[in-house]
């Protein structure tokens, strides 16, 4: 590993182009590699022993273009796959949910704080056990919301089924009287407008994304692995589908994707 080498990040899809917007905008001299599993997507309904498959496809991977830390940036691998990821790897790994978690813990006033993610994230209770570890009174409202990403994937952000849809998968949530909300899926931040304009401004939303882009840099220069300068470069492989990767993945990076390829799953 050196300072010159780039930056692995992960996802079972397009949600992770999120993480690399924030890397993007926080680290922009380092270069980024960007291994998308859309053979495979979505991971919510998984089981844990696919999803372990999977991201150590994904580590293997990385190894062999020399990154310098992997970040996993698809939540319910996070949830199911870090410890045995992270035993694994000679290289850091970083999750979203400890940097999600800790933000939330910071932002909350009340600490009732809810949490949204895919059914397996949920299922696991990561964040709960992240949150309870970081402030064990707190009040945590956990909710699966699995329609959430195919209507992202599908661009029905304004969609007035979207907003309805939004508003039955929050009402228990709302009704708590949460002050935090933890967007525990990287697709999530494309609603955050919607999810926002249902609960009202004063319950503050965490993306995981940015919370993230923030600890891999601080992981970086305490490891003195972080890019003092230059101009840091995107390269994305999927393991499906590039020509639908490219179209969709510019809603989530805000611009359009550059150097896509194909890399065959296991």
């Keep these: 590993m050196n300072r010159q080498d780039p930056i692995g990040i992960f996802d079972s899809g397009l949600g992770g182009l999120t993480v690399v917007k924030a890397v993007r905008e926080r680290m922009p001299q380092e270069d980024v590699i960007y291994y998308g599993d859309t053979a495979h997507v979505p991971y919510g309904s998984k089981s844990q022993e696919t999803i372990l498959s999977f991201t150590r496809d994904a580590l293997r991977f990385f190894l062999s273009h020399n990154v310098k830390c992997m970040v996993i940036a698809c939540n319910t691998a996070t949830a199911l796959a870090l410890p045995e990821i992270k035993a694994e790897s000679p290289v850091p790994v970083l999750g979203v949910i400890e940097a999600g978690a800790r933000a939330a813990v910071r932002a909350s006033q009340s600490k009732k704080i809810g949490v949204i993610g895919t059914p397996a ?4 209770e990561a964040y709960t056990k992240a949150l309870r570890k970081l402030e064990p009174s707190c009040d945590i409202y956990a909710h699966p919301c699995s329609l959430f990403v195919p209507f992202v994937e599908e661009g029905w952000l304004d969609r007035p089924a979207t907003a309805m849809v939004i508003e039955e998968y929050l009402r228990p949530l709302k009704m708590a009287q949460i002050d935090t909300l933890i967007l525990g899926c990287t ?7 919607k999810i926002s304009e249902f609960l009202g401004p004063e319950v503050r939303l965490v ?4 919370s993230c882009a923030e600890e891999l840099e601080e992981i970086l220069k305490e490891k003195e692995l972080l890019r003092p300068e230059g101009e840091g470069s995107e390269t994305f492989f999927v393991t499906d589908g590039a020509a639908k990767f490219a179209e969709n993945g510019s809603r989530f990076l805000g611009r359009s ?3 896509i390829k194909f890399t065959p799953s296991k």
Excluded: N
């Design 187 to 193: 697709h999530y931040p494309l609603l955050a407008p």
């Design 207 to 210: 993306d995981s994304a940015s």
């Design 121 to 124: 994230t949920i299922a696991s």
């Design 257 to 259: 994707l550059q150097a």
